[in-house]
């Protein structure tokens, strides 16, 4: 009996590392997020009842319970080094030439590699088991980073068996965190007050850095092995076949790794990206080359520093600079101002910048902005402008003033409530002062605005039509004092509001009507609740299935969540423990608002149905097409049978598309997939 509890407690732990495989590594999911957590949560509850049964590499391991006191430090096994940089196509044929020099004239082929923009790691598996990672630090010695970085979904607790592991095996790479996490996590720092991160890189470090693992795992970090460190058997002679070699491990290898024959080739892959960096869902700072053969790096050696066989092409920084025209006042939907500077329109990295953020009345002190200062700006995680540098010295020193930190509400007029709180910065040593600007009054017409917005806004409820010039008039006329205020909204009402024609109206009123079925998380997301955004909306949707159940969460069910650390929890609880909340949902709820709840799938066309996907293509990224795939009832699988029931087809498809004719599966296009998604 107890064996084959233990028997089904490895074949669970299996089964869920092959979907975080899946998952995390190939993009490629084929249970919805409600079979992986049944499975989980089978786990879970056998290895309650048998904690004997718990070991270290176990996938409900990854979160240790409690804060840990501070790093140890790691020597490593063999130095992590770092790279020479080069910064132009000349600088690159100079390297190709000591290359050329060094190795006598013998053939030799260059890898060409993303360079990836977040921090280094050294990753021990010993026997196929995680061990210890451990930072860059000075290359020589680093911290112990384990407890954080087993967190990292992408990152495997245990390798794959299929090829033979060696005894030890330290594998190399980059802990990342992608755009879309980043611009989220900024999102929720101001949301809060606190300062934001500069950029993806920061975050991903900070989020390495901090104390409690708890709060590392809801950060979404990525990884992506590029090398090898230590190693008892090599897994290859080269560089390429050894990045194969890892992916065979289930180590995530980037997908954009090229050969090149020759520096003309490297040039123009390099170019390549700087061109189109921006399609990536992460940031990359530039290039790296490396000669592929090991017996040839050993003839380069090193510097001591840094490799011979190995440069870096750094993008050139993309910055631009402008004058501050004026500074707005911003009122955010938890009513925190924030400026914003108004710019002389600038190019920078494909578009016109005409505003930048200015974070909080800190970040102004710091670089001492004020109106009509010369700036640099530059985009952060390539999205967002912001103020690095103000050029003091071209101020005109007689007609400029600090700005000061406004004692009113720009839009009631208010008197503003200003804190100043001291906090540790993540990952920083020392205390600093955060000052917050608040408007004191809560209902202010600005803050409502601002979270009707978001409520109706695309992440959220959805509404078509439904724009801020639009909000402005049902806020100013008082039709709306909150959410439920949207739901008795009718003809009458709307069509008396300028530039609305009645066809705009009903298109409009269709809208809210539509959005009273919308999908539970993002009504729960729409809510604006303090540090909830849109995927933690999905992770209280799935847990908790219906509305009612997570009014009803009390504060330790909410705390049990993984993922949901203890403030998420306590804004969670506070927000449904008001009753000024509560009545606002009933009201909703008697106006027809009756939420999807996650297990309620849609069924279309190809519910039930299995579906490879080859190619590239031109609408989904293959997440988005992972996720379009499993919403409408399908699944994906990675190879074609004759299982399976149709072969997606993109640009440049591979192999698939003509196992797919030959075995008579039907072929469909990005065009009739869609079609078939909406029945
Ligand atoms: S190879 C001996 N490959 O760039 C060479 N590094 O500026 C070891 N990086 O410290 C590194 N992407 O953190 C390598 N594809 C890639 C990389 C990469 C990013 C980072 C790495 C390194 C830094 C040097």
Sequence with gaps: MADDISKKVELLRKEIRRHDHLYYVLNAPEITDQQYDKLFTELRKLEEEHPDLITADSPTQRVSGKPV???????????????????????????????????????YKYIVELKIDGLAISI???????????????????????????????????????????????????????????????????????????????????????????????????????????????????????????????????????????????????????????????????????????????ILGTTGRAPKWCISYKFPAEQAETIVESIDIQVGKTGILTPVANLKPVKLAGTKVKRASLHNFDQIKKLDLRVSDTVIIEKAGEIIP???????????????????????????????VVTVNKRKETGAEEEREFTTVKCSNPNCNSILKERVGYFVGRGQMDIENFGPALIDQLVNKGLIKNFADIYKLDIFKVAQLDRMATKSAENLLDGIEKSKTQDLWRLITGLGILNVGGQTGEILADKFITLDNLIAADIETL??????????????????????????????????????????????????????????????????????????????????????????????????????AKLGVEIIDEKKFIELTNG
């Design 386 to 416: 912001q103020v690095i540098e103000v050029k003091t010295k071209k101020r005109d020193i007689f007609d400029s003033k600090p700005i000061e930190i406004p004692a009113n509400c720009p839009s009631c007029d208010s008197p503003t």
């Design 69 to 107: 006191e501070g790093f140890a430090s790691v020597k490593h096994a063999a130095p992590m080094l770092s790279i020479d940089n080069t910064y132009n196509a000349d600088e690159l044929r100079d390297f190709d030439n000591r290359i050329q020099k060094a190795l006598s004239d013998e053939d």
């Design 559 to 660: 705390e049990s969540i993984d993922q949901i650390g203890p403030t998420i929890a306590q804004s969670v609880f506070e927000y449904f423990t008001n009753p000024d909340n509560i009545a606002m949902i009933e009201e909703m709820k008697s106006l027809g608002v009756s939420p999807k709840s996650p297990t309620e799938k849609k069924t279309t066309p190809l519910t039930g149905k299995t579906i490879v996907v080859t190619g590239t293509l031109e609408n989904f990224t293959r997440t988005q097409i992972a996720q379009a795939i499993t919403g409408s009832g399908a699944k994906t699988s990675s190879s074609v049978s004759k299982k399976t029931d149709y072969v997606l087809v993109g640009a440049n498809p591979g192999s698939k598309a003509e196992k797919a």
């Design 124 to 298: 021990r598996y010993e026997n196929g088991k995680l061990t210890q990672a451990a930072t860059r630090g000075d290359g020589q010695t680093g911290d112990d980073a384990t407890s954080n970085v087993r967190t990292i979904k992408a990152i495997p607790l245990t390798l794959m068996q299929e090829a033979s592991v060696p005894e030890v095996l330290e594998v190399r790479g980059e802990i990342y965190m992608p755009k879309k996490s980043f611009a989220e996590l900024n999102r929720q720092k101001a949301e809060t007050g606190e300062p934001p991160f500069a950029n993806p890189r920061n975050a991903a470090a900070g989020s390495l850095k901090l104390l409690d693992s708890r709060i590392t795992a809801s950060r979404n970090l990525a990884f992506f092995a590029y090398a090898i460190g230590q190693v008892t058997e090599p897994l290859a002679d080269g560089h390429y076949k050894t990045l194969k070699a890892l992916e065979k491990l289930s180590l995530p290898v980037n997908p954009n790794i090229k050969q090149a024959k020759n520096i003309d080739d490297v040039i123009k892959i390099c170019q390549g990206w700087q061109n189109k960096k921006e399609t990536l869902g992460y940031q990359i700072d530039g290039m790296v080359i490396k000669v592929d053969s090991f017996a040839q790096q050993q």
